[in-house]
């Protein structure tokens, strides 16, 4: 991986804790998907990129109060990815970065065994000098969207861009936006959900804002009605799905899923964390349509960054899949006897 030089003075905070575990939360890792993973981490330390106070570091070494860890740079490593020709959606691209409009379904890097088809795979096939920016297995990789969320994500294309990306998605300085179809009726129009995620207690694949275990980190998202939809199956309404526009002002993992879901309104089509809500929740027969979508309606639809050169304030916006558009539009003329949602009606034209 390629790390930019980085210096930091351990403060009360701090002290007493082991090296690598405090570049590993330092940096953000583990639920940051921009930080160095923990392996990167170690790869650090021992090849001597590390040191305290001047001197080589040890992984194990207890920091004291005061103490200057500076984390130096290694060369980029080569990867055994394989770039491969598939479909790109690029919003936007010039010498140092690019944003691209990431399909449903596609994999952001690959992880668990998975080599090929992922949106890395496609983007070395795109921009070859990519190999070596950023860990090994996610080169140019500043930040993630789960495999079946869509829309805008942004890509560094050298080693200056990685590290200011980067720094802008640690410092919460990148606005992101996000449209969601999720089942129920919210009591207000607009709210904010302050509650820290963390790794579900007993269940370690999915993460929780309620029963999470020991370690937690802090979680933001604010939220907005768009439109409301009633549901009608067998001649009657049968309930309601909402769609919201949301802020996440952090970036935890799943974190819009697992907010929605533990305030009792879970995405619609998310197997992980809505199945059991949509079950209990639906009176009579929704219509299979909504209650049998492929994929959690979820879509990243605007990016606001800094230029990583220039500093120029930039905004991209990702159009909705065909899949959200076309169930936004049936939603829309299923209203019965009710005047068509005019933003929606001009948004899906």
């Known amino acids: 991986m390629t790390v930019a030089p980085h210096e930091v003075v351990i403060d009360a905070r701090a002290a007493g804790m082991r090296l690598d575990l405090f570049l590993a939360r330092h ?43 500076r984390m130096q740079s290694l060369p980029p490593r080569e990867t055994s990815l394989r770039p491969e020709a598939l479909p790109l959606e690029i919003l936007f691209e010039d010498n140092d970065f690019l944003v691209v409009n990431k399909a449903s379904g596609m994999t952001v890097h690959p992880a668990g065994g998975k080599n090929s088809g992922t949106l890395v ?17 996610r080169p140019g990789i500043v930040h993630r969207l789960d495999k079946d969320t869509s829309g805008a994500l942004v ?3 050298n080693s200056l861009a990685m590290q200011r990306l980067a720094a802008q998605f640690k410092e919460r300085s990148v606005t992101k936006e996000y449209l969601a179809l999720v089942w129920g009726k919210m009591n207000s129009n607009e709210g904010v959900v302050d509650r820290p995620i963390g790794r579900h207690r007993s269940d370690r694949k999915r993460m ?26 067998d001649g009657q309404q049968t309930g309601w799905v909402s769609l919201l526009r949301l802020k996440p002002r952090t970036g935890r993992t799943h974190q819009i899923r697992v907010h929605l879901a533990d305030m009792g309104y879970p995405l619609v089509g998310d197997r992980v964390y809505g199945h059991k809500r949509k079950t ?20 990243a639809e605007k990016l606001g960054i800094h230029h990583p050169r220039s500093g120029a304030a930039m905004e991209f916006c990702a159009p909705l899949p065909d899949d959200i558009r076309g169930l936004l539009r049936w939603l829309n003329e299923q209203r019965p006897g009710l005047e068509k949602s005019r933003e929606i009606r001009e948004g899906l034209t």
């Open 27 to 69: 940096l953000g890792s583990g639920l940051n998907s921009a930080a160095p993973s923990r392996a990167e981490i170690q790869r650090l330390i021992v090849a001597g990129e590390v040191t305290v106070n001047g001197r080589r570091g040890k992984s194990s070494a207890r920091l004291r109060l005061h103490d200057e860890v």
């Open 208 to 233: 929780s804002s309620v029963r999470f275990s020991s370690r937690s980190r802090d979680a933001v998202t604010e939220w907005r009605v768009e439109d409301v939809f009633p549901l009608i199956g």
């Open 155 to 157: 890509v560094a294309k």
């Open 280 to 299: 209990a929740s639906q009176k009579g027969s929704s219509p299979a349509y909504v209650t049998d979508f492929p994929r959690q309606v979820l879509h």
């Open 121 to 137: 795979n496609a983007l070395l096939h795109h921009c070859p000098s990519l190999e070596g920016i950023g860990g090994e297995r």
